[in-house]
Nanobody, 118 residues
């Protein structure tokens, strides 16, 4: 199994940028389908970005053109670069891993808080 630890969250003004990191241990990230999710207070969890085994990425419409996810297998770390942040991006952000052949993400980090002020 893999353990995930997010970092890089914080408070920024609208239009600012943050880069989140998700450090993995216990197993290689290259064995998993990875994703970033977020959950705002009173709202359900939303998939923000995913990255597949071949490196292809998908993004929620709300973040396309502003967020970029990448994976450094040498560092065993997943990243989420967030630019042009908006107040509606305020949420707890989680990274998660899904094993090949499984339909659900079964490994989750503890989350990192992102707060964007107007």
């Amino acid at each position: 199994q893999v353990q995930l630890v997010e970092s890089g969250g914080g408070s920024v003004q609208a239009g600012g940028s943050l880069r989140l990191s998700c450090a993995a241990s216990g197993n290689s990230l290259s064995l998993y389908y990875m994703g970033w999710f977020r959950q705002a207070p009173g709202k359900g969890r939303e998939a923000v970005a995913t990255i597949a085994f071949g490196g292809s990425t998908n993004y929620a419409d709300s973040v396309k053109g502003r967020f970029t996810t990448s994976q450094d297998n040498a560092k065993n770390t997943l990243y989420l670069q967030m630019n042009s942040l908006k107040p509606e991006d305020t949420a707890m952000y989680f990274c998660a891993a899904r094993r090949k052949g499984y339909a659900v993400y079964d490994y989750w980090g503890q989350g990192t808080q992102v707060t964007v002020s107007s």
